[in-house]
């Protein structure tokens, strides 16, 4: 690479250092010249103004977090099938033979949580 390569980066670098002291000064600007009144009630934890009610580390139900990571990992799995249907006629019958693979393995996928009870929510 010679210097006019890397001249072509100077901007970016430099909107890079910007964006950092922009963050940088932000962050503590807000943190010296911010009130440092603490007291009970602003310490404590609101959520859409009703009071707090015990201890929020209650264990949770793991079924929960095992089908929202399901629905994401599935849900943009399926994201991958909008290229495809834009450029159906492009990609010809090799992009159709992929998809259909891409399809499979989701199914069997899909299948597998079936059989293991994924989605049951009875014990």
Known sequence: ?????????????????????????TIFGTHALGPKRKTKIKLDAFECGIEAKGNARLPFNIKYFLVA????????????????AVNFKELGITGFIEMILFIGFLLIGFFYLLKKG??????
């Open 118 to 123: 994924a989605l049951k929510w009875e014990e």
């Open 1 to 25: 690479m010679n210097n006019s390569d890397l001249a072509q980066y100077i901007p970016i670098g430099l909107m890079l250092i910007v964006a950092l002291g922009f963050v940088t000064v």
């Open 69 to 84: 990571i399901l629905f994401v990992l599935f849900d943009v799995e399926v994201i991958f099938m909008y290229p495809w």
